[in-house]
């Protein structure tokens, strides 16, 4: 569904990716997981057109993404989100919600807000609340919501883990791994390498801008190479 074939990106004069390829497959998801600075985010601005890569081609769905702006991007079914989430603190969760619709024509909301209250109840509690009132957890929870809003085919997450604990990173994943079980694509950045790669069909180790190990999450959990670099132990 999404290949990346041998990406080489950066800003101005400093390259970050070299050489660098990955796959999700319909109805995947799939990690990348890396050390601070390894070049997790700036693949995913290739992908979502924020970035061009200097050579290099993304293939999505068998087309070239290369030359799209990211509002297209986003029309062909790959949505972002970012870690600084972009909620608009003011607004309620339910406005928060209908604004992540804007892609769609003709969308009925009641229908569509519903089927982001059955993935995150906490949500459908706190629909008229503030969105910056809400906490840490729960905020990102309204960011993967607003994403889902826009009826991604891929969608992908940087870092859902930022600022949470143990605990509500733990609930975020589960939820990031109900929503591949309803067929939506994920593609997770993480830092948090142990529990990403719990919940991976298949994950990527990104070191330096190039990968260094792939294969299913659980494999890569096991991989000692991993286990020392990544899982502390
Ligand atoms: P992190 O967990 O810190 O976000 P990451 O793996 O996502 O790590 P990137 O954000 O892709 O890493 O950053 C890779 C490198 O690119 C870092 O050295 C960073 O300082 C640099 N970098 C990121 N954004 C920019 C930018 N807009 N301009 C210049 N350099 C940047």
Redesign the pocket.
């Known amino acids: 569904m999404l290949e990346l074939d041998n990406i080489a990106a950066?800003?101005?004069k400093?390259q970050?990716?070299h050489d660098m390829s990955l796959r999700v497959r319909p109805g995947e998801l799939v990690s990348?997981v890396?050390?601070?600075?390894?070049?997790?985010?700036?693949?995913?601005?290739v992908i979502s057109g924020l970035?061009s890569a200097l050579s290099g081609a993304v293939t999505y769905e068998g087309e070239p993404l290369t030359g799209l702006r990211p509002h297209q991007i986003v029309r062909r079914g790959i949505v972002q989100v970012s870690?600084d989430r972009d909620l608009f603190g003011p607004m309620t969760v339910e406005e928060n919600l209908v604004l992540g619709a804007w892609t769609r024509r003709g969308v009925r909301m009641t229908q569509e807000l519903e089927r982001i209250f059955e993935l995150f109840p906490i949500l459908a509690e706190r629909r008229k609340q503030a969105a910056q009132s809400m906490s840490g957890g729960q905020q990102q929870m309204l960011a993967i919501g607003r994403a889902l809003m826009a009826k991604p085919r891929l969608l992908m997450l940087?870092?859902p883990s930022t600022g949470l604990s143990p605990k509500l990173t733990w609930d975020v994943l589960k939820a990031v791994a109900a929503i591949r079980d309803t067929g939506v694509s994920v593609l997770l950045?993480e830092?948090n390498a142990a529990q990403a790669l719990s919940i991976s069909d298949r994950a990527y180790v990104?070191e330096s801008?190039t990968i260094a190990l792939e294969g299913p999450g659980k494999e890569l959990a096991g991989d000692e190479r991993v286990k020392k670099a990544y899982l502390g132990l």
């Open positions: 950066g800003y101005g400093l970050i990716l990348v890396g050390a601070n600075g390894a070049g997790k985010t700036t693949t995913l601005r970035i870690e940087d870092e950045i830092q990104l801008g």
